[in-house]
């Protein structure tokens, strides 16, 4: 056999042997310092280690160690009773330590000893007990995530394997120091026991076997009972320590000794608050040691704090590296391809409005708007980004809807926008412009004059609220193209929560979430409201098994909303409408082409223009009396008619006889004929 497989089962038998057998003084002084040298060893390797498993060896050696003490305590009580020496080791001990002083050797071996066994030894083994505990009672839950990562395929069977081992060599070693700290405890106890035996039984020996007086046997065995006491339990307070340092101890990158500098030491501002008190100590304490402290405490501030701000250099000149380098990868121009629903970006003189440290309030009033439109039109607003743009005019804004500009205007930061709703007594001084939402005429004037403008009947309001209500014209303009399907499916799951039935009934079976989009779509374009959605999935889910084409289940959508829509269009002061020809009625009936695709009018070019000029007029009349122009048409031709007028009259509202509440009373101002 190799000498490192029987190396270990003879020091064994050869501890077991020195109970028994009597050394000689020589040897136990190497004994003695063999102990001492590996207790040493075993301390130093619990300080540098980075978590428990390091030592899983520890509860043996522990065992080990405790018994090469006791053999040793052993053979020096055999010296020091029977010889009334222990060899050098003990001698320099009692001597070096006590001082050749009895009552200060004495009262520092009870010092240590109690500080072992009341201290040290006592917390060891409360905090095993405890990590044992813990440890057994979290294995089921340790092993349930190990059987969740290799289900979800982030581990492989190895290393499920290799953890499930790690956990249990855990559970063994905390549960074996459980026990071994057992040792450590009954160690103390038996040092103070030998302890005793040695001074009475010295006492009793000197003075019957030698002869001495009682202050001679004192003298004698009490300091070599001393020394050895002391040279024992010098050993066992750092094994003690070591047990100490293994069950406090926390999983870790670094030792120990980087782990106390790195938490201890770290922060400047603990070490300057330190060093401002240990200042002030020193003018009520000794002045020297405090002082001196303080300065130390100080420099080390300072040093980190030197320290701390290279670090944060250098991680920003990594971080700006890695940027680099992540660029340069062609599969990062993927990240560039994405492309926001809606973007406002400003002139670097206007940022302060979306700046909240300079008080501006935009992004509030953003979050308005999308509260706003969700109760208005019942859309879901996409995410708006707001950034700024070198490019443009310091006091220049522009909107993009999805990349592409949709819209821009021009504000002017201190000052008060001022419109003329046509009750305005007299003109106000002021650099003239257009409100940029509606085009409308308007007046920049300064603040002192805001409120004078009000009591003249202009409507004053603020840059915030001109971006504000521009933006949410311009959403509203293309809130047809900013409802995707992502969005339908959003609002399809909200209303699953409350009817579930007649979501599952429409989708999949009768139509795909494209087919809802379209015609949410065709709603949003004309401005009709899509928040009542179970209305609207009521009238699908009935008119879908009738046909797919998506323009025509608008028009049945738009009938069961016919009371909403009537709402929004008609009050008690504007209920007048132009109404078509029955004859042009007819004509654009006949004049329908359908194909697959959907239907269309074919129409030749005079008769479109003759249509067009005949609505323009109609709707001048309308205009001239302050009156919004409706045109209102049979159900078939509604939707075709809405398409040709929108060539001459972008917007104008069109409406069928089916949408209309039948409690309203209409009358036609004008009709649009051939």
Do not use: C
């Not at 409408?577 to 029955?582: A, N, W």
Request: proline share 4%; charged share 20%; aromatic share 6%.
């Amino acid at each position: 056999m190799r000498a490192r497989d029987v190396s270990l089962p003879v020091v064994i038998v050869a501890i077991v042997l020195a109970f028994i057998i009597p050394l000689p003084s020589a040897v136990i002084d190497v004994l003695l310092a063999i102990n001492i040298m590996i207790s040493v060893i075993i301390l130093l390797n619990t300080i540098y280690m980075k978590e428990a498993l390091q030592m899983s060896i520890f509860p043996s050696l522990l065992v080990i160690t405790t018994l090469f003490r006791l053999a040793l305590n052993v053979s020096t009580t055999r010296l020091i009773i029977g010889k009334g020496e222990a060899g050098g080791v003990i001698a320099g001990f009692g001597r070096f330590v006590g001082g050749n002083d009895l009552v200060v050797g004495f009262i520092i071996f009870i010092v240590i000893t109690l500080v072992n066994f009341i201290v040290i030894t006592r917390g060891a083994e409360r905090v095993a007990e405890v990590a044992a505990r813990f440890t057994l009672d979290a294995m089921p839950g340790k092993q349930m995530a190990i059987d969740a990562d290799l289900n979800a395929g982030l581990i492989n069977e190895a290393e499920a394997k290799e953890r499930r081992k790690k956990i249990q060599k855990e559970a063994d070693f905390y549960g074996a120091m459980d026990g071994a700290s057992k040792f450590v405890k009954n160690d103390a106890i038996m040092g103070i026991v030998i302890t005793i035996l040695n001074i009475v039984g010295g006492i009793i020996m000197g003075m019957v076997s030698r002869g001495e007086s009682l202050q001679e046997a004192l003298q004698t065995y009490a300091i070599l009972t001393i020394g050895d006491g002391l040279v024992s339990q010098i050993p066992a307070l750092m094994i003690s320590t070591s047990t100490s340092f293994i069950v406090t101890r926390a999983a870790s990158e670094s030792d120990m000794s980087a782990d106390f500098l790195k938490q201890v030491f770290s922060n400047p501002k603990v070490l300057y608050i330190a060093a401002v008190l240990s200042f002030i100590l020193a003018f009520f304490l000794p002045t020297v040691p405090f002082l001196l402290l303080a300065a130390v405490l100080g420099f080390l501030g300072y040093t980190l704090s030197r320290q701390r701000i290279a670090e944060q250099k250098q991680q920003e000149v990594q971080i700006e590296e890695t940027e680099v380098e992540e660029i340069r990868k062609p599969e990062n121009v993927v990240s560039l391809l994405q492309v926001d629903p809606i973007e406002v970006e400003f002139g670097y003189g206007i940022i302060p409005l979306a700046d909240v440290n300079q008080g501006g309030d935009l992004l509030d009033r953003v979050v308005m708007i999308r509260r706003q439109l969700a109760l208005e039109l019942g859309m879901i607003v996409p995410i708006i980004r707001l950034r700024d743009n070198i490019q443009l005019a310091p006091n220049e804004y522009l909107i993009k809807i999805k990349g592409v500009e949709a819209a821009r205007g021009d504000l002017m930061l201190d000052h008060y926008l001022a419109m003329d709703p046509g009750i305005a007594e007299e003109e106000i001084e002021g650099i003239k412009t257009k409100e940029p939402a509606f085009g409308l005429p308007a007046i920049w004037i300064a603040e002192e004059q805001r409120d004078r403008a009000e009591m003249l009947g202009y409507t004053v309001v603020d840059p915030p609220s001109v971006i504000a209500t521009h933006l949410t014209e311009i959403i509203k303009r293309y809130a047809h193209e900013l409802t995707g399907r992502q969005e339908v499916q959003t609002l399809l799951d909200n209303v699953k929560q409350n009817y579930p039935v007649i979501v599952e009934e429409l989708v999949p079976k009768l139509m795909t979430v494209g087919d809802i989009q379209k015609v949410l779509a065709n709603l949003l374009k004309e401005g009709v409201s899509i928040r009542d959605m179970v209305t609207i999935l009521e009238a699908l889910a009935d008119y879908a098994p009738v046909t797919s084409d998506t323009d025509m289940l608008t028009e049945y959508v738009r009938q069961r909303l016919g009371r909403a829509i009537s709402k929004k269009y008609f009050s008690d002061q504007n209920t007048s409408v132009i109404t078509l020809d029955p004859k042009l009625e007819q004509l654009l009936m006949d004049s329908l082409q359908k194909t697959e695709t959907g239907a269309y009018l074919a129409l030749e070019p005079g008769v479109t223009n003759s249509i067009l000029g005949s609505l323009s007029r109609q709707v001048q009349k309308l205009v001239q009396l302050g009156k919004q122009p409706i045109v209102l048409a049979s159900p078939i031709v509604r939707l075709y008619f809405k398409k040709l007028a929108d060539q001459a009259i972008p917007g104008i509202v069109v409406l069928s006889y089916n949408e209309l509440d039948p409690e309203l009373e209409i009358h036609s101002a004008g009709v649009v004929s051939i």
